[in-house]
T-cell receptor, first 115, second 109 residues
Framework: DGGITQSPKYLFRKEGQNVTLSCEQNLNHDAMYWYRQDPGQGLRLIYYSQIVNDFQKGDIAEGYSVSREKKESFPLTVTSAQKNPTAFYLC??????????????FGSGTRLTVV | GQQVMQIPQYQHVQEGEDFTTYCNSSTTLSNIQWYKQRPGGHPVFLIQLVKSGEVKKQKRLTFQFGEAKKNSSLHITATQTTDVGTYFCAVTTRGKLIFGQGTELSVKP
């Protein structure tokens, strides 16, 4: 079955450490996205990539970095510069690069806790 | 940047009652999408509306896009406990999807 795989589901890190969240899709989608969700809140866009080797900052990119070396993969690194990293991170992909007429497909998310 | 306001933030209903959530924008929208996120889960795409005044139905769910394409609503008829979750509207702008704050629906059996 095609889909998006995020790993791990739960992640614990000490303050000051960088951590990389994995996102892999086998849907052959061009565009991929990273969102952050805090309890009781909506989704806020961190970074997005419309094509391999290219990506753009979203609304809350500070303290995060990404790469898009392969179409299938879009890892997110949460750096020590991110002031409030504890959150639920969601990766998504879409068929069309300029928004989607088919909706976004989301992974099951990674819950990151920084202590 | 593009923003959509979604109301209410929370809605508690008795099973069998109806439920409606609304999304409003100050600017004209090219389209609007709706997603459902179950507790502890991830958002799942429900539908996209594109045309002015469009109405689409999925079983007990009715989606509407305003005539001016500045607002949209999701109405659930006769809620069931399986409808529990948070419903988000989302709009595309410059190649990215911006989400409303969501409406959390709880259903009392």
């Amino acid at each position: 079955d095609g889909g998006i795989t995020q790993s791990p589901k739960y992640l614990f890190r000490k303050e000051g450490q960088n951590v990389t969240l994995s996102c892999e899709q086998n849907l052959n989608h061009d565009a991929m996205y990273w969102y952050r969700q805090d309890p009781g809140q909506g989704l806020r866009l961190i970074y997005y990539s419309q094509i391999v080797n290219d990506f753009q900052k979203g609304d809350i990119a500070e303290g995060y970095s990404v790469s898009r070396e392969k179409k299938e993969s879009f890892p997110l690194t949460v750096t020590s510069a991110q002031k409030n990293p504890t959150a639920f991170y969601l990766c998504a992909s879409s068929m069309e690069s300029l928004g989607s007429n088919y909706g976004y497909t989301f992974g099951s998310g990674t819950r990151l806790t920084v202590v | 940047g593009q923003q959509v306001m979604q109301i209410p933030q929370y809605q508690h209903v008795q099973e069998g009652e109806d439920f409606t959530t609304y999304c409003n924008s100050s600017t004209t929208l090219s389209n609007i999408q709706w997603y459902k996120q179950r507790p502890g889960g991830h958002p799942v795409f429900l539908i996209q509306l594109v045309k002015s005044g469009e109405v689409k139905k999925q079983k007990r769910l009715t989606f509407q896009f305003g005539e001016a394409k500045k607002n949209s609503s999701l109405h659930i008829t006769a809620t069931q406990t399986t409808d529990v979750g948070t419903y988000f509207c989302a709009v595309t702008t410059r190649g990215k999807l911006i989400f409303g704050q969501g409406t959390e629906l709880s259903v009392k059996p």
